[in-house]
């Protein structure tokens, strides 16, 4: 491809039967887009024709096809190497940007040349904002205040409430520890440099070892307000639901295995992985409770 012909950004999207969301999510991206795109979809072994709809509308896209679902850390790092953008914005299928997020997104990394990733506002479907679109690396401490439910009952304690950053007002642009992968913009020189996704993440956490490592490479993962993007309803299976909790809860601790726990007596170690498994626990029970009650009413 000559030099001239390269997208400025790539959106890259890994897909597993997710058909409708990932059409109208592409459907936003190339409308709102206002700089040279490409499109790279990994599609994660789907069974839902997803491949087949992406080519028929989006027939500029490019789609790479999996035998298996191979979880998000693998397939986003298949989908890098295809990427030709100087940017490569990472969007979950049930995510649409807004008008001119895309170009916003852009031009702060072109701008602000510290800055290996910056992501957008991102909310929910009833309109709130995801609160993991900004956080703070979970380190033991925050993650002791988070199982006491210190977080919750002081959201904007800069002490308490530091892993989602409530101390911070959503409306400034700020710097923060790590974004999300559902929509995240990173400049690709860097994650050329740091590497990608640690492929011992299946799901969850590797968005936070990535803007880790950033970090460590003296790069400045920037929280961006103006732009705006939202998540679309779906529907989860129980049986996602649970497989969903199960990862989450392994990433916590391949993540403070990983990156803390040398500087972590084994004592305290032992603490961290019985917090993780712990509330892992807990939320099953939760989750079943909540099943039981609706199935009885």
């Known amino acids: 491809m000559p030099e001239q012909s390269k997208p400025m950004v790539s959106a890259l999207v890994v897909s597993h039967n997710d058909k409708e969301l990932l059409l109208q999510c ?17 599609d994660n072994g789907s069974t839902d024709g997803s491949a087949a709809a992406v080519t028929a509308e989006f027939p500029q896209a490019t789609v790479l096809l999996e035998q298996k679902n191979l979880g998000f850390g693998r397939a986003a790092n298949i989908g890098l190497e295809r990427c030709q953008g100087r940017f490569a914005v990472l969007l979950n299928p049930d995510v649409v940007v807004d008008t001119q997020t895309v170009g916003r997104l852009a031009d702060f990394l072109l701008t602000h040349a510290n800055a290996g990733a910056v992501g957008p506002r991102l909310l929910m479907p009833d309109g709130k904002r995801d609160p993991d679109s900004r956080r703070a690396f979970p380190v033991p401490k925050s993650l002791f205040y988070r199982t006491l439910g210190l977080s919750r009952l002081f959201p904007k304690s800069p002490r308490f409430g530091r892993h989602n950053m409530g101390h911070l007002d959503e409306s ?9 992968a559902d929509c995240l913009m990173l400049r690709m020189a860097a994650v050329n440099r740091i590497g990608f996704f640690d492929p011992r993440y299946f799901m969850f956490g590797e968005d936070i070892d990535l803007c880790y490592r950033l970090k460590l490479g003296g790069w400045k993962i920037f929280y961006l307000p103006t732009a705006i993007a939202k998540h679309q309803s779906r529907v989860a299976t129980t049986r996602a639901q649970r497989e969903a909790n199960y990862q989450r809860h392994r990433a916590m601790w391949t993540y403070h295995f990983k990156h803390h726990s040398k500087d972590v007596s084994a004592f305290g170690n032992g603490l961290v992985w019985a917090q993780i498994w712990g509330r892992w626990v807990a939320a099953s029970v939760r989750g079943s409770v909540t099943k039981s009650n609706r199935s009885s009413s």
């Open 26 to 42: 592409l459907r936003a991206f190339y409308s709102t887009a206002e700089v040279p795109v490409e499109v790279v979809v990994v």
């Open 172 to 180: 400034d642009m700020h710097e923060m520890d790590a974004g999300s």
